[in-house]
Nanobody, 123 residues
Framework: QVQLVESGGGLVQAGGSLRLSCAAS????????VAWFRQAPGKEREFVAR????????SYSDSVKGRFAISKDKAKNTVYLEMNSLRPEDTAVYFC????????????????WGQGTQVTVSS
C-alpha cells in the first residue's frame, strides 16, 4: 500500500501563492501517477492536476491551467503543487492521491489518499 501525507496549506490573500507537498511512502513502486484534488464545502471533489510517476507528463484542469504547476522529486518521493495567482474560489481542502494505473481523473480512479490540507484564499 501507498501512504500519502500532504502539507503546506494555509491562509493567503487573493493574488498570492502557496506550495503544497505530498510525501509518499510504502509501496511507491506501484504508483502510476499522483494527482491533486480539491473539495470545497458543499461541492464534489474535483480534479486539479496530475503527474506521471515515470516521465514528465502532466495534466491540469482548465480552472487552474496557467496558474498552478505540479512537479515531483523522485528522490524524496514527493509531489508538489505550486499555486500562483490564487483566487477566493480556490478555497478548498486539497488532497493528493495515487493511482496504480491510468483510469482517468475521476476520484474513483485513485487507490490511495492523503488526509487533506486546507487552503483558504481571502478576498
Amino acid at each position: 500500500q501507498v501512504q500519502l501525507v500532504e502539507s503546506g496549506g494555509g491562509l493567503v490573500q487573493a493574488g498570492g501563492s502557496l506550495r503544497l507537498s505530498c510525501a509518499a511512502s510504502g509501496r511507491t513502486s506501484s504508483i502510476y501517477n499522483v494527482a491533486w484534488f480539491r473539495q470545497a464545502p458543499g461541492k464534489e471533489r474535483e480534479f486539479v492536476a496530475r503527474i506521471w510517476w515515470i516521465g514528465p507528463s502532466t495534466s491540469y484542469s482548465d480552472s487552474v491551467k496557467g496558474r498552478f504547476a505540479i512537479s515531483k522529486d523522485k528522490a524524496k518521493n514527493t509531489v508538489y503543487l505550486e499555486m500562483n495567482s490564487l483566487r477566493p474560489e480556490d478555497t478548498a481542502v486539497y488532497f493528493c492521491a495515487a493511482a496504480s494505473s491510468d483510469w482517468g481523473v475521476a476520484p474513483r480512479s485513485y487507490d490511495a489518499w492523503g488526509q487533506g490540507t486546507q487552503v483558504t484564499v481571502s478576498s
